[in-house]
């Protein structure tokens, strides 16, 4: 139900690449929940960037929204030019990494109020999550960029491979760029 997909040689560029589209920058932080693969906050720090760890629901083993809520309401403040800061570094916090775990999703409709009530656009990893669905639509289509991976471990395997799809036909073009070296077609 989205406009396009990109392939990748995996899902960690998949992401590598959706946090460049989204402009997390150097000494930016990204907001993760701290239960996941370790390619999630990988993908994180080849754009040097840090991941701040949300702790997680005892029951889903999702993000828990509650404590995302406090998080950004005591430790965070929005900046001068409308950007989430966090209060005891000062740092920017650039975007947040859902990562949904075990075939589950989190509370989408809750975390994307926070999100857009804090101008922070949000990452899909929905690499253990492909099939999976809150309130009707799969998970990887409803945050800003969604990605899949197709490694040997996962729901569908080819043996490797990733998937970045999004609604935003520019960060569609722009992965394909990153994504094939930044090679462009002949003339």
């Known amino acids: 139900g989205l406009d396009g997909a990109v392939s990748m040689v995996n899902g960690t560029a998949a992401l590598h690449i959706s946090l460049q589209l989204l402009g997390v920058k150097s000494n930016d932080l990204v907001i993760m ?4 693969f370790v390619a999630s906050a990988n993908a994180i720090a080849y754009v040097d960037a840090e991941p701040l760890l949300i702790d997680i629901d005892k029951r889903s083993w999702q993000m828990d929204i509650d404590i995302l809520e406090d998080f950004l309401e005591t430790e965070c403040k929005i900046g ?3 950007e989430l800061i966090h209060k005891a570094t000062s740092r920017k916090v650039s975007a947040l990494m859902i990562v949904h ?12 109020d926070l999100c857009s009530r804090y101008n922070l656009p949000v990452l899909e990893d929905a ?4 099939g999976a669905k809150y309130k ?3 998970a990887g289509t409803l945050g800003d960029i969604g990605c899949f991976s197709f490694n040997g471990n996962k729901i569908m395997s080819t043996g490797g491979g990733g998937m970045l799809v999004s609604r935003n ?3 569609l073009g722009r992965a394909k760029h990153l994504s094939t070296t930044a090679k462009r077609d002949s003339l």
């Open 169 to 171: 036909p520019e960060h």
């Open 136 to 138: 009707g639509r799969l």
């Open 80 to 82: 001068t030019s409308n």
């Open 101 to 112: 775990v075990q075939g589950n999703v989190c509370d989408m409709d809750r975390l994307l």
């Open 33 to 36: 929940p701290n239960v996941t």
């Open 127 to 130: 690499a253990e999550a492909l």
